[in-house]
Structures are given as C-alpha cells and as structure tokens.
C-alpha cells in the first residue's frame, strides 16, 4: 500500500521556468491538498479538492494551479517560477474532510533560483 | 481569520521528565489534530480531536481539546530520546471548509540524556 506518492522528490527551477508537481493516492481518498512549507514554519494550504473535478483555493493560491480528473491524482502547476516558490511542497489526502485525519506524501524540496 | 499559535516553539527536555505543549486557536472550531515531523521528513498524524473534553493517549503522549478556551494540549511524559521530532496542531476551519486545516507554527523538542 503506497499511500500518497509525489514525484519529484528535488528540484531546482530557473526563475520564469514552470513545472508540474505529481500526486498521487491509492487509498480512494476524495479529498486531497497541496500545502507548502516554508523553513521553520508550520504548512499553509495551497489547493484542496473534495473530489474529481471540484477544487478551491487555499490561503496561498496565487501562482500556482491545480486539476483533478480522477480520484487518485491531484497535480500541482507552478506558472513562471518565482524564489518566493521556493519552499517544500506536500500533497495530503483524507477519507472525510474533518473527521479522519489526512495523510501526506514525502514532499518535494523545490528551489528556484 | 483562523490563527493558531503554539507555545513553546523550543522545548529542549531530559529524559524522563514530563513537559506540555500549548495550541491556542482563534476561532471556533471543534476539530484538532496533532502531527509529528521528523527532520526532511513527511508529517505523520499522533491525534485526532473531535469533541469539546477529547483525550487521546498513545503511549508517551496525550492530548486534549477545550473547545471553550480554544485549546489543545500535547502532553509528554518520561520523555525519550525517540520523541525529539517537531510537533504541529492543525485546526480544521469547519463549517464550509471542512478539512481545511491552518496549522500552527511548530514545537521543536529536542529530548538529552
């Protein structure tokens, strides 16, 4: 049971690059999220989706983009790369939204310079 | 807007000693969960706190939930090496936004013989 995946794991972008962030889920999740975690502060939450098709902005959307075409995948788009992207990103899923709790992927450390 | 702050940010403990860590939230909610990060790690959930008066325990740690004070506590007893980690609570926003979670900034517990 792999539980939630992200791929890559680094990277490194130039400023103005854009990048796809993979998710995926096998646990028939309907919910999922993408947060980002800056050094030595707590996760903010970029994107949520309750399911295929339906997503919602989060506290900090602005620059990046998200689609869910099916339950299992949750991708991430990072439009035109900024350093202030620069953080690590996790993808999480859940069973119900607030009353199970949610599993995250292993991140992916994302540089942009 | 939902703010969560957690006290202390630093807890440096020897071992066997008892210690508790505070999450205090600003607006209603009746949904808390307490995460454990290990260093480069993902986030792996110790507690989910559904009630006014919820105590879960799991061998070192309990915690506990005031829904009239907006409080959660983590409390560690005879603490252990293999506790040294971060420890987040996250507070689910509820109402329309179910499953979105703000989380707080983070306790680093370093645990020494």
């Known amino acids: 049971n792999a539980g939630v995946t992200q791929t890559p794991k680094f990277r490194i972008l130039k400023i103005g690059q854009s990048m796809t962030l993979q998710c995926a889920q096998d646990m028939n999740h309907n919910y999922m999220y993408w947060y980002r975690q800056d050094p030595g502060m707590g996760l903010k939450l970029i994107y949520y989706s309750v399911g295929a098709g339906i997503t919602d902005k989060g506290e900090v959307p602005n620059g990046y983009n998200v689609s869910r075409s099916t339950t299992e995948d949750f991708p991430l788009r990072l439009e035109l790369a900024a350093p202030s992207q620069t953080s690590v990103y996790f993808c999480a899923s859940s069973y119900w939204a607030g009353l199970t709790e949610a599993f995250f992927g292993q991140g992916t450390r994302l540089t942009v310079v | 807007e939902l703010k969560v702050e957690q006290n202390p940010l630093f807890l440096s403990m020897q071992e066997g000693k008892n210690y508790t860590i505070y999450c205090n939230y600003s607006?209603?909610?009746?949904?808390l969960y307490w995460y454990r990060q290990d260093p480069g790690k993902s986030l792996e959930s110790l507690f989910v706190l559904l009630s006014n008066g919820a105590v879960k325990q799991e061998g070192r740690l309990m915690a506990s939930l005031d829904t009239k004070a907006r409080l959660s506590t983590l409390h560690i007893t005879a603490a252990v090496h293999d506790l040294s980690a971060t420890y987040f609570c996250a507070v689910d926003r509820g109402g329309t936004s179910y499953g979105k979670l703000t989380f707080g900034q983070g306790t680093i517990l370093t645990v020494h013989p």
């Open positions: 607006t209603t909610s009746d949904r």
